[in-house]
């Protein structure tokens, strides 16, 4: 049976998969990477660390697979976004890549809004400038570091560095080039309008193509170190985002991807482009030729129940020790028996600044409400319900744009948990669906493979084909007028704290 190889460079490691024309996981690998801060909100990785991670799963793979390995017909590539890696004309890279999660760039976005216009911006790009995105960070180049920007050659987002490294070939594919700010996404081209008034050189832009393209083919060089054959056709691969939303099968109207790892990521697919005038969620294309997806993000999803747990979980992390039950699970069971909204506890998942949709760098974490009466399972519910509240943020901007919302497909911690899948499908008043495969962008990656390589006529066929509904939960409409209170509750304190959350942040200073 025909497979195919998914490789996802996330930020804080690479995962391989293996996956059959049916959608089983016959082998993977993971190796981890180190997060660099020399700087306070500075984030940037070794570029050469992503490759040493992936030929090591390669390695992992090959051996697997054994005689087995000319079973593969293509490989797929998933990446996080907007990550800046600066070649030189021989390939070298010129210095560390600047990350997603970098927010050294805000006089660069302010400069970026100013010269182009916000307006018009959003009507080139689809998208405002925000401190993650790459156009800023190689005005940023073009500005802090003027000897090392006249070298650039050329400038290409993590995934796609991997695939030069994998093939000689220098690409990128039109859902990662989205997240640049300088992708035209409606026309799907680059921007000369937004080029020019940047005075980016168009000519240090990679190629742009599908996501379903071949991309070049394994050099012999790899093949040899890792045991796969020479020649495997290695697809244009996309955005972790669009990988992970094709892994869950969006890829009809109307199905909302719902992630909550770290951060916390509202896909929802379109068949045509659609643009909030505000720029308050993010329009990118799919990993899909000629479909879209338009995407809202918290930053820390999470990340805001692994603080607790870090910080105040200490009783939950040591029964773990103990009995082997996992922290998380012991706090899920503190959280159920309190009542929903948490008896007037509200919690505002904001620990590091939030993206959607109050692109607000300065906005922090709050516990609202807090009386004698509340304990600490009322403190977990209200972290979780908040996160949850966040995300209905992004679902309200995209059912406001006129996009139909029918089903919520959940991934992560947010589909692992039972509570939370309840949550959910209550504060959103969906039907919340977990499936049979949550692997992530690394599935969609292999996916996509399959298309490049001909196993599948189509993205939507691959997804159709591999991924079914095991659960779904379904809302209490008993508690919609409750729940709609407390939302309402929720989106007033962000207001009233704006000016607050810029005033404390002068006097950390």
């Given at each position: 049976?025909?497979?195919?190889?998914?490789?996802?460079?996330?930020?804080?490691?690479?995962k391989?998969l293996?996956?059959?024309?049916?959608?089983?996981?016959?082998?993977?690998?993971?190796?981890?990477?180190p997060?660099?801060?020399?700087?306070?909100?500075?984030?940037?990785?070794?570029?050469?660390?992503?490759?040493?991670?992936?030929?090591t799963?390669?390695?992992?793979?090959?051996?697997?697979?054994?005689?087995?390995?000319?079973?593969?017909?293509a490989?797929?590539?998933?990446?996080q976004?907007?990550?800046?890696?600066f070649?030189?004309?021989?390939?070298?890279?010129?210095?560390?890549?600047?990350?997603?999660?970098?927010?050294?760039?805000?006089d660069?976005?302010?400069?970026?809004?100013?010269?182009?216009?916000?307006?018009?911006?959003?009507?080139?790009?689809?998208?405002?400038?925000?401190e993650g995105?790459t156009?800023?960070?190689?005005?940023?180049?073009?500005?802090?570091?003027?000897d090392?920007?006249?070298?650039?050659?050329?400038?290409?987002?993590?995934?796609?560095?991997?695939?030069?490294?994998?093939?000689?070939?220098?690409?990128?594919?039109?859902?990662?080039?989205?997240?640049?700010?300088?992708?035209?996404?409606?026309?799907?081209?680059?921007?000369?309008?937004?080029l020019?008034?940047?005075?980016?050189?168009?000519?240090?832009?990679?190629?742009?193509?599908?996501?379903?393209?071949?991309?070049?083919?394994?050099?012999?060089?790899?093949?040899?170190s890792t045991?796969?054959?020479?020649g495997?056709?290695?697809?244009?691969?996309?955005?972790?985002?669009?990988?992970?939303?094709?892994?869950?099968?969006?890829v009809?109207?109307?199905r909302?991807?719902?992630?909550?790892?770290?951060?916390?990521?509202?896909?929802?697919?379109?068949?045509?482009?659609?643009?909030?005038?505000?720029?308050?969620?993010?329009?990118?294309?799919?990993?899909?030729p000629?479909?879209?997806?338009?995407?809202?993000?918290?930053?820390?999803?999470?990340?805001?129940?692994?603080?607790?747990?870090?910080?105040?979980?200490?009783?939950?992390?040591?029964?773990?020790?103990?009995?082997g039950?996992?922290?998380?699970?012991l706090?899920?069971a503190?959280?159920?028996p309190?009542?929903?909204?948490?008896?007037?506890?509200?919690?505002?998942p904001?620990?590091?600044?939030?993206?959607?949709?109050?692109?607000?760098?300065?906005?922090?974490?709050?516990?609202?409400?807090?009386?004698?009466r509340?304990?600490?399972?009322h403190?977990?519910?209200?972290?979780?319900?908040?996160?949850?509240?966040?995300?209905?943020?992004?679902v309200?901007?995209i059912?406001?744009?006129?996009?139909?919302?029918?089903?919520?497909?959940?991934?992560?911690?947010?589909?692992?948990?039972?509570?939370?899948?309840?949550?959910?499908?209550?504060?959103?008043?969906?039907?919340?669906?977990?499936?049979?495969?949550?692997e992530?962008?690394?599935?969609?990656?292999?996916?996509?493979?399959?298309?490049?390589?001909?196993?599948?006529?189509?993205?939507?066929?691959?997804?159709?084909n591999?991924?079914?509904?095991?659960?779904?939960?379904?809302?209490?409409?008993?508690?919609?007028?409750?729940?709609?209170?407390?939302?309402?509750?929720?989106?007033?304190?962000?207001?009233a704290?704006?000016?607050r959350?810029?005033?404390?942040?002068?006097?950390?200073?």
């Amino acid at each position: 049976m025909s497979c195919m190889i998914g490789i996802d460079i996330g930020t804080s490691g690479v995962k391989t998969l293996v996956v059959t024309e049916t959608g089983k996981i016959v082998a993977q690998a993971t190796a981890e990477y180190p997060l660099y801060h020399p700087k306070a909100g500075w984030a940037e990785q070794d570029p050469e660390d992503w490759w040493q991670a992936t030929l090591t799963t390669l390695k992992k793979i090959g051996e697997d697979l054994g005689s087995d390995a000319d079973r593969v017909k293509a490989i797929g590539l998933s990446g996080q976004m907007h990550g800046s890696v600066f070649l030189d004309k021989s390939g070298n890279v010129l210095r560390p890549a600047i990350l997603w999660c970098d927010v050294r760039t805000a006089d660069q976005c302010r400069y970026i809004t100013e010269t182009v216009g916000r307006d018009e911006l959003i009507r080139h790009t689809s998208n405002p400038a925000l401190e993650g995105f790459t156009a800023p960070k190689i005005v940023w180049l073009q500005q802090n570091e003027p000897d090392v920007y006249r070298q650039v050659a050329k400038v290409l987002l993590p995934k796609d560095y991997v695939r030069y490294r994998l093939t000689g070939e220098i690409f990128t594919e039109m859902s990662d080039a989205a997240g640049s700010l300088l992708l035209d996404v409606t026309h799907r081209r680059w921007s000369e309008p937004v080029l020019q008034a940047l005075n980016i050189d168009p000519e240090i832009l990679p190629e742009c193509r599908e996501s379903i393209d071949v991309c070049g083919t394994l050099t012999q060089q790899v093949a040899e170190s890792t045991g796969l054959p020479a020649g495997i056709p290695v697809a244009g691969g996309g955005a972790d985002n669009a990988c992970g939303a094709t892994g869950a099968g969006i890829v009809r109207p109307g199905r909302v991807l719902s992630s909550i790892g770290s951060s916390g990521v509202i896909v929802v697919h379109t068949d045509q482009p659609q643009t909030d005038p505000q720029g308050k969620v993010h329009t990118f294309n799919h990993a899909i030729p000629h479909r879209w997806y338009v995407m809202g993000v918290i930053m820390a999803a999470g990340l805001s129940l692994k603080w607790f747990r870090d910080n105040l979980g200490h009783l939950e992390k040591q029964m773990e020790s103990l009995t082997g039950t996992d922290a998380y699970d012991l706090m899920s069971a503190q959280a159920a028996p309190t009542p929903p909204g948490a008896e007037g506890l509200v919690f505002l998942p904001y620990l590091n600044g939030e993206r959607t949709p109050h692109a607000d760098a300065y906005a922090r974490g709050v516990f609202f409400g807090l009386t004698p009466r509340h304990t600490r399972g009322h403190l977990i519910r209200a972290v979780m319900e908040g996160v949850v509240y966040a995300l209905r943020d992004s679902v309200e901007i995209i059912r406001a744009m006129g996009i139909p919302i029918e089903q919520v497909r959940a991934i992560g911690g947010g589909a692992k948990s039972p509570l939370w899948r309840q949550m959910q499908a209550d504060i959103m008043q969906l039907e919340v669906a977990t499936l049979n495969i949550d692997e992530g962008p690394a599935f969609g990656a292999a996916l996509l493979a399959g298309v490049c390589a001909q196993v599948y006529s189509s993205v939507e066929e691959a997804a159709e084909n591999t991924v079914r509904i095991v659960h779904t939960t379904e809302p209490n409409r008993d508690l919609t007028r409750l729940y709609d209170d407390y939302y309402q509750l929720f989106r007033s304190l962000y207001p009233a704290l704006k000016d607050r959350f810029r005033e404390a942040a002068q006097l950390e200073i």
